[in-house]
C-alpha cells in the first residue's frame, strides 16, 4: 500500500505562482505513474498533469497551457507541480494520484485559492 500527502497549497493572487509536493509512503517501490488531479465543488475531478515512472511528463489538463510543470524525484519519493501564472479559474483542491501494483492510491488533497 502506499500513502500521499500533499503540501503546498495556499492563497494567492491571480498571476502569482504556488509550488505543490507530493510525498509517497510505504510501498514506494511498487509506484508507478503518478499525477495531479484537481476538483472544485459541483465539477468533476479533472487531470491536472501526469508524469510516468522513469519521471517523463505525459499530460496535462488543456487548461495548462503551458503554465504548470510537473517534476517527480523517486529518490525523495515526491512529485512537485510548479503552478505559474495562476488564475482564479485554478481555484480548488489539488489532489495526488498514484498507481502501484495495479491500485489507485489518493491523497487528501490541499486547497489553492487564487484571488482576482
Known amino acids: 500500500q502506499v500513502q500521499l500527502v500533499e503540501s503546498g497549497g495556499g492563497l494567492v493572487q491571480a498571476g502569482e505562482s504556488l509550488k505543490l509536493s507530493c510525498l509517497a509512503s510505504?510501498?514506494?517501490?511498487?509506484?508507478?505513474?503518478m499525477a495531479w488531479y484537481r476538483q472544485t465543488p459541483g465539477k468533476e475531478r479533472e487531470l491536472v498533469a501526469r508524469?510516468?515512472?522513469?519521471?517523463?511528463?505525459?499530460e496535462f489538463g488543456d487548461f495548462v497551457k503551458g503554465r504548470f510543470t510537473i517534476r517527480r524525484d523517486n529518490t525523495k519519493n515526491t512529485v512537485d507541480l510548479q503552478m505559474n501564472n495562476l488564475t482564479p479559474e485554478d481555484t480548488a483542491v489539488y489532489s495526488c494520484?498514484?498507481?502501484?501494483?495495479?491500485?489507485?492510491?489518493w491523497g487528501r488533497g490541499t486547497q489553492v485559492t487564487v484571488s482576482s
Open positions: 508524469i510516468t515512472r522513469g519521471g517523463v511528463p505525459r
Open positions: 494520484y498514484a498507481q502501484a501494483q495495479g491500485l489507485n492510491s
Open positions: 510505504g510501498k514506494t517501490w511498487t509506484i508507478g505513474g
